[in-house]
């Protein structure tokens, strides 16, 4: 087992025993990320979205991970909620202009 194992396993733990704790929770599924594991990162992301759905900072990591595993529609949802409430809007508003650009093609 390497150090990232370790570390997954550590803040895996950690999540279970403390699971309203969401800067834990943000720091295990960046970690995850870290180690290539985007689909795991993105249900911890959704599980602090869900107990804080104003968190947009989060939603942006999830459209972000979206983009990387061609949940394209998820994506663009997303950005286009990030847009209506004015967060991370100039990052939005190009990846969704990119990315219906890039349908068209």
């Known amino acids: 087992m390497n150090d990232t194992d370790?570390?997954?396993r550590v803040m895996r733990n950690g999540v279970?025993?403390?699971p309203d704790d969401g800067s834990l929770r943000l720091s295990y599924a960046r970690l995850l990320i870290q180690d290539d594991r985007f689909e795991?990162?993105?249900?911890?992301f959704a599980?602090?979205?869900?107990k804080d759905p104003?968190?947009?900072e989060t939603l942006y990591s999830?459209?972000?991970l979206d983009m990387e595993l061609e949940n394209f529609d998820s994506a663009i949802v997303n950005l286009e909620k990030l847009?209506?409430?004015d967060q991370r809007f100039d990052e939005s508003s190009t990846i969704l202009v990119t990315s219906m650009s890039?349908?068209?093609i």
């Open 54 to 56: 104003e968190d947009w």
């Open 102 to 104: 890039s349908e068209k």
């Open 47 to 50: 599980i602090i979205v869900e």
């Open 62 to 64: 999830i459209t972000l």
């Open 6 to 8: 370790g570390a997954i």
């Open 83 to 85: 847009i209506a409430v």
């Open 16 to 18: 279970q025993e403390f």
């Open 40 to 44: 795991e990162a993105q249900e911890q």
